[in-house]
């Protein structure tokens, strides 16, 4: 029977049950004085729902966000000549853990206390029981309204129980608030075995998706809130996690134990934890495709001078993310991202004559940037036809690589022949820019970082590897003396990253077979490449790769990392798989930024040593935190 562990709203054992002074004042919304008053009615109820999810609309800030930060997909130069740049008061707090001074006195991305970009997800998990406790209240609101409300409720203190999970592994389930005569035993919380951690989001999940809307129908008044189809969408990775290796049968945390003697990781291997997700997976895509999700098509603004079918096919990759709202996007988050001036280069002399409308400094590793496939549609260093040996020798822009790279501008062989997806997502030296004013892809912009507007100008507003994230720029997007940016809103998944997730499940369960090529290639073809059985047998040193349950595994963590690049999943997806430490085994590389010649420029050199090992898959909990409660263990290797 899974243990359910309560929480105390007073102030008082407040502090004593989730430690550090006065973090646990706020127990309503600032702009209410009292719970009688938050639940008077409906609107006052509402106003409270809206309280509760304003920690989730929070994660939609890339900075906060460890899939990001310390996915090794973009590094944040250090030292910068004003380290703060990214917004102040230990902004940078995520990326800074790849360089090894993550701890356990003040840890970065504290969610467990809310610190060094963290958020209180305790805090947040409380104000979703004090309105569950409390929805009965209003007499002006509908039962129907009352039953969603509550669902939606439901949904995000199971997120942010998850959340928790994916970061610390074991966790105590705050399930609901614990009267004021509550003795010391029960305020001081204990961690629960991470499968019932598990079990226990999955049973919010089930009881939210009954009584909510299976899509948003007013959009004008309700856009961001929850929908039975999403909350199936986080069901089906949820499970998904469960059962990937970080979290089932993992024999690197078996010594991980309560001080009871409760296992806490099961060394078990349990493949019916992959059944259930792919049966979650399977009824998420049902639900997302009823509710109408399909694949991007494109959506133009106006002014467009000329567009070759090749910068369409760019354009419509790179609008499944950045066009909001739009039928791919299985969900998404009302905040906009606010960092595209770290992630564009600049390409225009107005741009460069504003230091300040352009920083630069989101930074993608040599190492990411080779990801992406061969125009075949393989790993460039599988392709026998790709010359993998000679990537880093010069070669001119020819009339064949026209709309992606500057024709007559010498840039490194890497570049070439490569799949649309590494165009659409990266820019290099080099590359075609086709937005920030020009909307002529016969005579566009272009980066030219060896000694053009996109050299660094200086120690502080540069990038340090030489290549750009360019997914998350939208084309409309200009920057100058005065910058006009193309906001959007942040997805949190995509029908094609649910679609892969399936294939994963499939491969996992059943090994390789045309259900899982199915998925696979509907992702494929969208992006202009053949599919796995083809590009493998015609193309691959291993043409034999994608008939074994390892082989196709491998195919298809690939294939995910390449398709939700920048997005903020691939983090997460490294440390369920177990696989970030062989991404950060070696320092993150890049060119010689600094040097205005281009066969300076083109030297490889290291960007940022990495310090990733086994502990850091999991985080610390804050040492102040175990001594307020000694019921707490800290994370094994901390």
């Given amino acids: ?46 106003a409270y729902l809206f309280g509760c999810y304003a920690t989730m609309q929070a994660l939609t800030d890339i900075r906060r966000n460890a899939g990001f930060t310390t996915s090794g997909e973009v590094m944040f130069p250090y030292p910068l000549q004003d380290q703060t740049t990214l917004g102040g008061g230990g902004g940078d707090a995520g990326f800074s853990i790849l360089r090894g001074i993550q701890n356990s006195a003040n840890p970065l991305l504290n969610y467990w206390d809310g610190y060094n970009m963290g958020l209180n997800m305790w805090q ?65 919380i204990k961690q629960q075995p991470v499968d019932s951690c598990f079990s226990y989001v999955v049973r919010l999940l089930d009881e939210a998706i009954v009584d909510l809307p299976p899509v948003i129908q007013n959009l004008a008044a309700e856009q961001g809130r929850i929908s039975a189809t999403i909350a199936k969408a986080v069901k089906a990775e949820v499970l998904a996690t469960a059962a990937s290796p970080l979290f089932n049968g993992n024999r690197d945390y ?66 499944a993310f950045v066009d909001s709202w739009n039928p791919e996007q299985v969900w998404t988050l009302n905040p906009q991202f606010g960092w595209q001036y770290m992630a564009s280069p600049r390409v225009t002399a107005d741009a460069a004559a504003n230091v300040f409308a352009v920083y630069s400094n989101f930074s993608v590793p040599i190492g990411q940037s080779e990801l992406f496939y061969s125009k075949n549609g393989v790993p460039i260093s599988e392709d026998r036809t790709w010359d993998y040996k000679n990537r ?32 659409a997502d990266v820019a290099f030296d080099g590359s075609v820019w086709f937005g920030s004013g020009n909307l002529d892809d016969n005579n566009p912009n272009f980066v030219n970082a060896v000694n053009g507007f996109a050299a660094p100008p200086d120690q502080l507003r540069y990038n340090a590897t030489g290549y750009w994230a360019k997914k998350l720029v939208p084309y409309q997007t200009t920057f100058g003396q005065t910058s006009v940016q193309q906001n959007y809103s942040w997805p949190f998944m995509r029908l094609t990253s649910l679609w892969l997730l399936y294939a994963e499940c499939l491969n996992e369960v059943n090994g390789p077979g045309a259900d ?20 493998w047998s015609q193309y691959s040193t291993s043409p034999n790769k994608y008939n074994t349950k ?77 001594l307020t409660n000694p019921n707490l263990v800290q994370t094994l290797y901390w």
């Fill in 254 to 319: 078996v010594a991980m134990k309560r001080k009871d003697g409760t296992q806490l990781f099961s060394a078990a291997y349990d493949e019916s934890k992959w059944q259930l997700a792919m049966a979650a997976c399977k009824d998420a895509i049902d639900a997302a495709t009823a509710a109408g999700a399909n694949l991007y098509q494109l959506r133009l603004s106006g002014g467009i001078v000329h567009m070759s079918d090749e910068t369409r096919r760019l354009l419509t990759i790179q609008g």
């Fill in 516 to 535: 899982a090529f199915l998925w696979i290639d509907k992702v494929r073809e969208r992006a202009g490449l053949k599919g796995v059985a083809e590009s």
């Fill in 124 to 188: 947040a998990i409380r104000k979703c029981n004090i309105f569950l406790e409390n929805v009965h209240i209003p007499l002006d609101l509908p039962e129907f309204q009352r039953k969603r409300w509550a669902a939606e409720a439901k949904f995000l203190k199971a997120y942010f129980h998850y959340w928790l999970i994916r970061m610390y592994g074991p966790i105590p389930i705050v399930d609901v608030n614990l009267p004021v005569n509550a003795s010391i035993d029960d305020v001081r």
């Fill in 392 to 423: 880093y020798k010069l070669q001119v822009g020819d009339d064949s690589h026209a709309y992606y790279i500057k024709k007559g501008y010498t840039t490194v062989k890497g570049n070439f022949n490569r799949e649309p997806r590494y165009y």
């Fill in 550 to 626: 390892d082989g196709l595994r491998a195919i298809i963590h690939q294939e995910r990392r390449i398709e939700t690049a920048f997005e903020g999943q691939a983090g997460w997806d490294l440390r369920r798989w177990k696989e970030l430490q062989n991404v950060l085994s070696t320092p993150l590389q890049g060119w010689n930024v600094f040097n205005r010649t281009t066969e300076g420029y083109y030297q490889l050199r290291i960007a940022q040593q990495t310090v990733f090992g086994v502990r850091n898959y999991l985080y610390p909990i804050q040492d102040y935190d175990l």
């Fill in 1 to 46: 029977m899974q243990t359910i562990i309560k929480i105390f709203i007073s102030t008082a054992l407040s502090i004593c049950l989730l430690s550090s002074c006065n973090k646990y004042l706020d127990v309503v919304p600032d702009d209410v004085a009292t719970l009688e008053s938050a639940f008077a009615n409906a609107n006052e109820t509402q």
